[in-house]
C-alpha cells in the first residue's frame, strides 16, 4: 500500500525508493478498472499481503498491509487476507494460515462464495488466535459456486436443512468401514440413532460386541424417538434410502432383518422381504396347484402383472396392458390363476381377480347431455348441499365399479374415487387391489388432492415395490411440484422396470434436464422420439435442448416436427428456436398464436417484439409492449419487465422489484431478466454488455427456464 493505494510487485521489479511504484509496480484498481470495463459477470479477487513493506521507513507513506479497494465493479467479490491497515501472518507451514484455509475450503462442493469465505475467516481466526481476520466486500448479483451445488450428498444436504441429520451425516462416513471402532463410535454418539441397529449388527459381524445396544438389530422399533420430523418427507426418505443402501447388497440376513424392524412399511419392505426370504431359504419350493387344461382367451381388466409363478410374491415376467388379450392353457379349479402362453414362448401365471373370459365391449359413444330446463322465477332457491354421507358416497353413480374407477373413466373425478375406494376395500388380492390404488391415486390427482394421491400410490408400492404405473405417477406429482430430483428417481424406477414404456424415459429426460444435466435429457428425450414417434410433446422438449445446446438448426426442425399437422399450434420453445434459426416470420407467426390463444400470456407479447425488433422495428416493438401492458395484469410479474423493455421504468427500478420476494423468486426472475437485458443489448450492438448479462442469467442455474437455454445458446454464440 502506497498513500492508500495497492500495488501488485512483479517478480523482478527493483524497487529502491517510493517512486519507482508507479513504474515498476501495477496498481491493484487498474486490474480492476479492466475488469469492470469487460463487463464479466463474475470477477474474484483475492489480496493476500503477507509481508509488511521493508521500506516504509525511509517513505512518506507509513501505513501498513492494504488499503480496503475503493473501485468495486458490479459483479466482483474481493477478499482480503487479513484487515484492511494490517499485515497477515506467514505461518510455520509451507504456506499461510490464510492460503491453507482456502485451500482446504475452496473444494468443498455445494457452498457458496460467501460462505467459502466466511469459513475461511473462522479458520484464521482460529490458527492465529484471534490476531488476524480476513475481510471481503462483495457486489455479486448472482449465486456463485467452485464446486456444483448438484455435487453435495445427500447427507450434506440433509444436515444442511435439518440439524437432526448429523446423525446421517456420521453414519455415511462410516457404514463402509472395516473397523469395529468407527461402528462403536457412532453407537456412543447416538445409542438409539437411526442406524444403531445396524451399527451393533456391523459390531457383531466384525467379532466385537456393543453392551449398550446387543438388542438393538433385533428389537421391533416401536417408538419414534430415533426417527426425523414426521413433517420432512424428504428427510425421512434419504434416512430410509441411506438404509437400504447400507444392507441391500450386504449379503446378511440380519441386515435386511434391521431395515424391516426399522421400516416394517418402508418403500423398500418387499425388496427386503425378498431378499430375506433368499438369504433364508430352505428346502424344495412348493409345488405347483394343479391346473386343469384350457385352451382359450382372456382379456385382463386392467393393468396387471404376469408372474413366473402363480404366487404374488412370484418374478413379474411383464405388465399387461388393460383389455389385452392372452391365450390361456390352464386354470386351476378355483379359478385363482390362470396359465397362460407368452409370445416369447414362456409361460406366465395370472390371477384369475384380474382376468375376464368375456371380451371387453366396444367403446360407447357419449350420449349427448339434455338441456337443463329453464328455471322458474317461483322456484325458491335451493340450499347450499352439505357434504354427502357415507352412506351418500358409498352409491356408483353409474355402472359398475370397474368401469367407473380406471383412468380412461369419462365419470367425473369424485364418483371415480368413490367407485376406485371402494375397490380398494373389497380387492380379493394384492394384483387387484394395487391396481385399484394404483388408479385411486390418478382419480385423486385430477380431483387436484395430490398429497392424498402420493398416499396412494406409495400403498401401491409397499404391495408391490415393482409397479412401474405407481412409480411413474408419482414421478409425474413431484414435477409439478418442482422437485425433480425426487421425480427424477421416480421415472427411473419407471423405465427400469418397463423399459419400453416411452413415456417414463421422456419424463426422466424432462426432469434430468429441469436439473441441468443436458446431455442426459438429450440421450433419454431422443430414445423416446424413437419409442414415441411423432409425439409434440416430445418434439418440443427436444427443441429446447437442443437451444441449450446452441445447435439451432436442431432446434428448428424439433418445432417443425411439433408443428407437424396441427396447424394452430404453438409453444414458447418453437418461438424461440425460429427466432434464433433466423426464421423470424415463422417465431412471429409463434407468437401471434399465441396472443391470440392466450392474450395474458405476457411471453408471447415479449418474442413478438423480439422479432420486431430484430428488424429494426423499434416502434412496433415498443407498441406491442405497449399492448402487452394493457393484457396482462398490470402490476404483476412479469408486467414490471416488459415496462423495462419498453423504457417505461429504469434498470434499477427493475432490479429492485427483483429483489423482492423469497430466494426462489429473485433468482428465477433474475434469470428472466439478466437474458432479455442480454438480448436487447445484442440487438443494440452492444456485445460486451450482451456476453455479461448472458453469464448471469446462466449463473442463476434456472436449467426449467426457456430464458436459461437461449442464454446458453446466445452465450455461445457471441463467444465464437
Not at 485451500?103 to 455445494?110: F, H, L, R
Not at 428427510?235 to 450386504?250: H, I, P, Q
Amino acid at each position: 500500500q502506497v498513500q492508500g493505494e495497492n500495488f501488485l510487485i512483479p517478480v523482478k521489479a527493483r524497487i529502491d525508493r517510493e517512486s519507482d511504484v508507479d513504474v515498476e509496480a501495477v496498481s491493484a484498481d487498474l486490474v480492476l478498472k479492466q475488469m469492470d470495463f469487460a463487463q464479466s459477470a463474475v470477477n474474484i479477487v483475492i489480496l493476500d499481503a503477507c509481508r509488511n513493506n521493508p521500506l516504509t521507513r525511509s517513505w512518506r507513506s507509513e501505513v501498513k498491509g492494504l488499503a480496503e479497494m475503493t473501485r468495486k465493479p458490479r459483479g466482483s467479490f474481493i477478499a482480503y487476507s487479513t484487515a484492511p491497515g494490517e499485515v497477515a501472518a506467514d505461518g510455520r507451514g509451507a504456506n499461510s494460515p490464510y492460503a491453507t484455509a482456502l485451500a482446504q475450503s475452496i473444494v468443498e462442493p455445494g457452498q457458496g462464495i460467501e460462505e467459502i469465505f466466511r469459513d475461511v475467516r473462522a479458520k484464521v481466526l482460529a490458527a492465529t488466535d484471534d490476531r488476524q481476520t480476513p475481510w471481503d466486500s462483495s457486489s455479486l448479483t448472482a449465486p456463485f459456486f467452485f464446486q456444483a451445488p448438484v455435487a453435495a450428498s445427500s447427507a450434506q444436504t440433509a444436515l444442511l436443512s435439518n440439524p437432526d441429520a448429523a446423525d446421517m451425516l456420521f453414519w455415511d462416513s462410516i457404514r463402509d468401514s472395516k473397523s469395529p471402532d468407527d461402528y462403536q463410535a457412532y453407537l456412543d454418539k447416538y445409542p438409539h440413532g437411526v442406524y444403531a441397529g445396524l451399527a451393533a449388527n456391523r459390531l457383531k459381524a466384525l467379532g466385537a460386541a456393543s453392551a449398550a445396544v446387543a438388542s438393538a438389530a433385533t428389537a421391533p422399533d416401536t417408538t419414534e424417538r430415533n426417527m426425523p420430523p414426521a413433517k420432512d418427507d424428504d428427510l425421512t426418505a434419504r434416512y430410509e434410502d441411506m438404509f437400504w443402501d447400507s444392507v441391500k447388497s450386504s449379503g446378511r440376513a440380519e441386515d435386511i432383518q434391521a431395515y424391516l424392524n426399522k421400516y416394517p412399511h418402508g418403500r423398500y419392505a418387499g425388496d427386503a422381504q425378498r431378499a430375506l426370504k433368499d438369504l433364508t431359504k430352505t428346502g424344495t419350493p412348493a409345488p405347483l396347484p394343479a391346473f386343469e387344461s384350457v385352451d382359450q382367451p382372456v382379456y385382463v381388466r386392467d393393468r396387471a402383472r404376469l408372474r413366473a409363478v402363480p404366487d404374488l410374491s412370484g418374478e413379474v415376467l411383464r405388465l399387461v396392458a388393460a383389455n389385452a388379450a392372452l391365450k390361456a392353457t390352464g386354470k386351476t379349479a378355483d379359478g385363482a390363476w390362470w396359465r397362460v402362453a407368452m409370445e416369447d414362448g414362456r409361460t406366465g401365471y395370472i390371477a384369475g381377480s384380474v382376468v375376464t373370459d368375456q371380451p371387453p365391449p366396444p367403446p360407447v359413444p357419449a350420449a349427448a347431455t339434455p338441456p337443463a330446463p329453464e328455471a322458474s322465477i317461483t322456484t325458491p332457491p335451493q340450499q347450499a348441499s352439505a357434504a354427502p354421507s357415507p352412506a351418500a358416497s358409498a352409491a356408483p353413480a353409474s355402472g359398475k365399479d370397474e368401469d367407473l374407477c380406471p383412468s380412461d373413466s369419462k365419470a367425473a373425478p369424485a364418483d371415480r374415487v368413490a367407485a376406485c375406494q371402494r375397490l380398494v376395500a373389497t380387492a380379493g388380492d394384492d394384483d387387484a387391489k394395487v391396481t385399484a390404488l394404483v388408479n385411486l391415486g390418478n382419480s385423486l390427482y385430477d380431483a387436484s388432492r395430490s398429497d392424498e394421491a402420493l398416499k396412494s400410490y406409495q400403498a401401491a408400492l409397499q404391495l408391490d415395490p415393482k409397479s412401474a404405473a405407481a412409480y411413474f405417477d408419482i414421478g409425474l406429482i413431484r414435477s409439478d411440484q418442482a422437485r425433480y430430483a425426487e421425480a427424477r428417481a421416480a421415472f427411473d424406477k419407471a423405465a427400469a422396470l418397463e423399459p419400453d414404456d416411452g413415456d417414463a424415459v421422456y419424463q426422466r429426460g424432462v426432469a434430468r434436464g429441469n436439473l441441468g444435466d443436458f446431455d442426459g435429457a438429450l440421450t433419454d428425450v431422443e430414445r423416446a422420439i424413437d419409442m414415441k414417434t411423432g409425439a409434440t410433446d416430445v418434439y418440443e422438449e427436444l427443441s429446447f435442448l437442443k437451444l441449450a445446446a446452441a445447435d439451432t438448426d436442431a432446434a428448428v426442425k424439433a418445432a417443425d416436427k411439433a408443428a407437424d399437422g396441427d396447424q394452430g399450434y404453438w409453444s414458447l420453445s418453437a418461438m424461440v428456436a425460429y427466432y434464433f434459426g433466423g426464421r423470424m416470420d415463422k417465431a412471429a407467426e409463434q407468437a401471434e398464436r399465441s396472443i391470440k390463444d392466450k392474450p395474458d400470456f405476457a411471453y408471447g407479447w415479449v418474442w413478438k417484439s423480439l422479432t420486431q425488433r430484430a428488424r429494426g422495428d423499434i416502434a412496433g416493438a415498443n407498441q406491442t409492449l405497449g399492448d402487452a401492458l394493457q393484457s396482462i395484469k398490470p402490476g404483476e410479474w412479469p408486467a414490471p419487465m416488459l415496462q423495462f423493455m419498453a423504457g417505461k421504468i429504469s434498470e434499477s427500478r427493475l432490479q429492485e422489484i427483483v429483489a423482492a420476494g423469497d430466494l426462489k423468486t429473485r433468482t428465477e426472475r433474475l434469470c428472466e431478466t439478466s437474458y432479455y437485458r442480454g438480448e436487447l443489448a445484442y440487438l443494440a450492438g452492444d456485445k460486451a454488455a450482451a456476453r455479461a448479462a448472458m453469464q448471469v442469467a446462466l449463473g442463476t442455474r434456472v436449467y426449467y427456464y426457456v430464458e436459461y437455454a437461449t442464454a446458453k445458446a446466445r452465450l455461445a454464440q457471441l463467444n465464437e
